[in-house]
């Protein structure tokens, strides 16, 4: 198993738009976002994703013991569509409403 190590973790407003690892929808400019930088000891990248969907995703994974073998996997790939998600909508209400968006354009 390889370890991620985070060299740096920044919120700040975007100053172009980014598209979000988690869900896969743009993060607009002047949005605030979460971007870390991480390395696995061979490859250095940057993860740039929404506040909610970032913490939604660690909620997520958490509850649902998915971090050794899914950890690589973006939100949007990881919860199934027909999920019942409204456990989750009360503390993520956009970040789940992003994901329903992205599901909804693919399954048409």
């Known amino acids: 198993?390889?370890?991620?190590?985070?060299?740096?973790?920044k919120t700040a407003p975007a100053r172009?738009?980014?598209?979000?690892?988690?869900?896969?929808?743009?993060?607009p400019k002047g949005e605030c976002y979460l971007r870390q930088a991480n390395t696995?000891?061979?490859q250095v990248w940057t993860y740039k994703a929404h506040?909610?969907?970032a913490e939604?995703?660690?909620?997520?994974?958490?509850s649902n013991k998915l971090w050794?073998?899914?950890?690589?996997m973006p939100l949007w790939e990881l919860i199934d569509f027909e999920?019942?998600?409204?456990v989750?909508?009360?503390?993520?209400?956009?970040?789940?409403?992003?994901l329903e968006l992205r599901w909804q354009k693919y399954a048409a």
């Open 51 to 53: 506040v909610d969907c």
């Open 88 to 98: 989750w909508r009360g503390r993520y209400p956009h970040a789940v409403c992003r």
């Open 16 to 27: 172009k738009d980014h598209v979000c690892v988690e869900c896969g929808r743009t993060i």
């Open 40 to 42: 696995d000891g061979s």
């Open 56 to 62: 939604f995703s660690v909620a997520y994974r958490t």
């Open 68 to 72: 050794d073998d899914y950890d690589w």
């Open 83 to 86: 999920d019942d998600l409204s």
């Open 1 to 9: 198993m390889t370890y991620v190590t985070n060299l740096s973790e």
